[in-house]
């Protein structure tokens, strides 16, 4: 009778999407993909903080300067070559030989999808824009570039723009290759400039006006985002000319969408679901490893996450072997460092946390718990794995007398609550999109990042790090790195849980499938 009810549920659902797709399908069933996410995009101003909705939107609404050159992985997935960088929206580049000045040489006769052409104008007003905004571009540069004025930034012709940075820097380059960095069409943006909206942010957090392969035609927050594809873009116009983005919070419901041929693609299934649909005949799943982290972060600020001990008492605690089969069926591996695995310069060296509950208590009464403490844990509404490891770590936690007050909220308000410091614990799923160790620990471990959400703060990792974002010494630089992550894991400032890897399953009529470090999808290398 289960069986029955759940095979009418995804009859009505695929019946009720097929009714509302066919204007879609009678445009050309090839050139129109439709997909299903857990959630829309928060904004598409990449201003905005970066969320994973929003890096597959930036993915495919703004173009960069630089990108590198992709190769075919073991699986036969397209994935970025990272020792090779290629020119975008900049046809060459040329590194002074010091490392402090880079020169973009814009490629002539790219156009926007509203049909004007990009020149050095275009590239300086979205360097103003970003760094007056004082937000991602802003931090960018003067977190990881050490900038201090614009002056830095300076247009030399119609098709020459020169950025001068006042120390060395190895990321000079790969810095620009950042899904967060693309142009912004100013002529476009400029018609919706108003005197309190000089830098047109109303209409780039629910419209797109850039180079990129598409444009939004449709922003529905909490429904639909549809693309369309740029007329002109330079490398060609997309095979695929509409992509229909819809949201749908239940995995269980994208997988029988995707089943009943209702959608082409289903982001975020659970890996139960991905081994389901990994064995439909007419569904093909994608597996990449990948740089992701899946942690439980603590706001090491205030008590009683500001104790070592606490912390180290936390780690020691996680069932890892339990949350790897049951939750993630064995296809994660355990996060054991604050650098991806696949990074130059990773070390799992100082990780040394395993499931002790003698060793957590021990840690616990050291830090003046003896007997526990109470406190709050918050995930995501729509995030069933991070539900499920919400009740395992409850149960685990409770051992040593951590009661844990589990807190279910909507994507947005969990993370309102985390930025402004009011959730003691909570779940971050991201990645560091640039492939260097001295990156991924300024993002999530320098004190000054923004997007250190767990307060951490060494004076001495800081320095470290800071001392790695201006040298060139390749050997030095590693060695720093290496210190960084042994002390950061000792010090714990997250639970250490996995690396989930990413996961796509699509009709098996989709092909092109790649891979790129925002672990977002890029719709113009796909076709049907």
């Not at 007056?132 to 931090?139: I, P, Q, R, S």
């Not at 209409?203 to 740029?230: C, M, R, W």
């Not at 180290?312 to 049951?326: C, F, H, K, M, W």
């Amino acid at each position: 009778m289960r069986k029955l009810r759940q095979s009418l549920t995804w009859s009505l659902l695929a019946a009720a999407l097929l009714a509302t797709t066919s204007g879609a399908m009678a445009q050309g069933a090839s050139e129109t993909l439709i997909v299903a996410g857990p959630r829309t995009p928060e904004s598409l101003d990449q201003e905005y903080p970066p969320t994973e909705a929003g890096h597959e939107a930036r993915r495919n609404i703004f173009e960069r300067l630089l990108v590198y050159a992709m190769k075919a992985d073991a699986s036969g997935a397209q994935v970025e070559d990272f020792s090779k960088i290629e020119g975008a929206l900049a046809e060459r580049y040329e590194l002074a030989p010091d490392n402090k000045s880079i020169t973009f040489y814009l490629r002539k006769g790219v156009k926007s999808a509203a049909g004007n052409e990009m020149t050095a104008d275009d590239v300086m007003w979205t360097f103003e824009r970003g760094w007056n905004m004082k937000a991602t571009f802003h931090w960018y540069m003067t977190q990881i570039l050490k900038i201090e004025s614009f002056d830095s930034f300076q247009k030399i012709d119609d098709y020459t723009v020169k950025v001068t940075i006042p120390h060395p820097s190895l990321l000079l380059a790969r810095l620009w290759i950042n899904n967060d960095l693309g142009i912004i069409d100013s002529t476009e943006a400029k018609k919706h400039v108003s005197a309190d909206d000089p830098w047109a942010s109303r209409l780039l957090s629910t419209d797109s006006a850039s180079f990129a392969p598409y444009h939004v035609t449709k922003f529905s927050p909490g429904q639909e985002v549809i693309y369309e594809a740029n007329p002109n873009y330079y490398r060609g116009v997309a095979k695929l000319k509409k992509i229909i983005f819809r949201e749908m919070p239940t995995s269980s419901n994208r997988l029988a969408a995707l089943q009943a041929g209702s959608i082409d693609v289903a982001e975020w299934l659970t890996p139960r679901e991905i081994a389901m649909a990994g064995n439909v005949p007419n569904i093909k799943v994608w597996k990449v490893f990948g740089n992701y982290t899946h942690r439980l972060e603590m706001n090491n600020s205030k008590p009683p996450f500001d104790k070592v001990e606490v912390r180290q008492a936390l780690n020691y605690l996680v069932p890892r072997d339990e949350i790897g089969t049951s939750v993630y069926m064995n296809t994660a591996r355990p996060t054991k460092s604050p650098v991806s695995e696949i990074y130059p310069a990773y070390t799992e060296d100082g990780f040394a946390y395993e499931d002790n509950l003698a060793k957590a208590k021990e840690l616990l009464a050291k830090a003046g718990y003896p007997d526990g403490f109470k406190t709050e844990l918050g995930y995501r509404t729509g995030e069933p794995l991070e539900e499920q490891m919400a009740v395992i770590l409850k149960t685990a936690f409770a051992k040593a007398g951590v009661d844990i007050e589990l807190v279910k909220l909507p994507a947005s308000s969990l993370v309102e609550r985390y930025t402004k410091g009011n959730m003691p614990m909570f779940f971050i799923r991201d990645m560091a999109i640039v492939p260097d160790a001295a990156y991924v620990a300024n993002l999530f471990i320098n004190s000054q990042s923004m997007v250190n959400f767990s307060k951490y703060k060494n004076a001495d990792v800081d320095a470290l790090i800071n001392k790695a974002l201006t040298s060139t010494d390749e050997a030095s630089r590693e060695a720093d790195m290496k210190k960084v992550q042994e002390t950061v894991v000792k010090e714990a400032p997250w639970v250490f849980l996995f690396n989930p890897g990413y996961q796509l399953a699509v009709s098996a009529k989709v092909k092109g499938f790649s891979w790129y470090t925002p672990n977002s999808n890029s719709w113009y290398d796909f076709s049907k």
